[in-house]
């Protein structure tokens, strides 16, 4: 085996330990809060050893950064997938695209609502950084890309109007074993987000 070959290899098992490192820690992170994901617990998950979390991020604080970062990539890159035909769109069009991209993203990821959870019941730097580096810089772009379409989504400075389209959107997805045993169905169940996709448009978007 070449040196080449060897190296690369070494590269890729450093990639692989890393998101393995990150996709544990998003799913620790969004079910037990941050003072209840230790990184002894994260590491022991992802399967690796010990201090590879201070190797890879630094500090248990950076891991977190790096998680909700990853969590909200996903979302950035589902509503631009969903936008990317804009032009050929009408409003209407457009809105029922973007809020269906955010259902069926919300459905396929759970731990970002669960994340939003965990860390939105009390004050600290990490809500701090959910919402200035990560939900009002998305929201501001696309208000200024598409200002009617955004309003018609999630709505301008209107709390109430936010709220109802994210709550009904994706606490389900979060809520999925209270779902199974109170309705008996699957919140994962593709014909589930189907129905639930169109019952939130025809409640919030007409």
């Given at each position: 085996?070449?040196?080449?070959?060897?190296?690369?290899?070494?590269?890729?098992?450093?990639?692989?330990?890393?998101?393995?490192?990150?996709?544990?820690?998003?799913?620790?992170?969004?079910?037990?809060?941050?003072?209840?994901?230790?990184?002894?617990?994260?590491?022991?998950?992802?399967?690796?050893?010990?201090?590879?979390?201070?190797?890879?991020?630094?500090?248990?604080?950076?891991?977190?950064?790096?998680?909700?970062?990853?969590?909200?990539?996903?979302?950035?890159?589902?509503?631009?997938?969903?936008?990317?035909?804009?032009?050929?769109?009408?409003?209407?069009?457009?809105?029922?695209?973007?809020?269906?991209?955010?259902?069926e993203h919300s459905a396929r990821e759970?731990?970002?609502?669960?994340?939003?959870?965990?860390?939105?019941?009390?004050?600290?730097?990490?809500?701090?950084?959910?919402?200035?580096?990560?939900?009002?810089?998305?929201?501001?772009?696309?208000?200024?890309?598409?200002?009617?379409?955004?309003?018609?989504?999630?709505?301008?400075?209107?709390?109430?109007?936010?709220?109802?389209?994210?709550?009904?959107?994706?606490?389900?997805?979060?809520?999925?074993?209270?779902?199974?045993?109170?309705?008996?169905?699957?919140?994962?169940?593709?014909?589930?987000?189907?129905?639930?996709?169109?019952?939130?448009?025809?409640?919030?978007?007409?």
């Open positions: 085996m070449s040196s080449l070959t060897k190296s690369r290899r070494t590269q890729q098992r450093a990639l692989d330990t890393r998101d393995s490192l990150l996709d544990t820690a998003i799913e620790m992170f969004s079910r037990k809060g941050y003072d209840g994901a230790s990184v002894r617990q994260i590491e022991e998950l992802a399967g690796v050893n010990r201090g590879l979390v201070a190797y890879h991020f630094g500090d248990k604080a950076q891991l977190w950064r790096l998680a909700a970062q990853r969590l909200f990539d996903g979302v950035r890159q589902s509503l631009g997938i969903a936008t990317d035909d804009m032009p050929n769109r009408s409003k209407d069009d457009i809105a029922r695209g973007l809020a269906r991209a955010f259902i759970p731990a970002l609502n669960r994340l939003m959870i965990q860390e939105s019941m009390q004050s600290s730097w990490r809500v701090d950084y959910l919402v200035e580096q990560q939900i009002r810089p998305m929201m501001d772009s696309l208000l200024s890309e598409m200002p009617d379409v955004s309003e018609a989504v999630w709505g301008k400075n209107d709390p109430h109007r936010y709220y109802a389209f994210v709550g009904a959107a994706a606490f389900v997805f979060s809520a999925a074993e209270e779902c199974k045993r109170l309705f008996d169905t699957s919140p994962t169940d593709p014909a589930f987000i189907e129905e639930h996709a169109e019952y939130v448009l025809e409640l919030l978007i007409p």
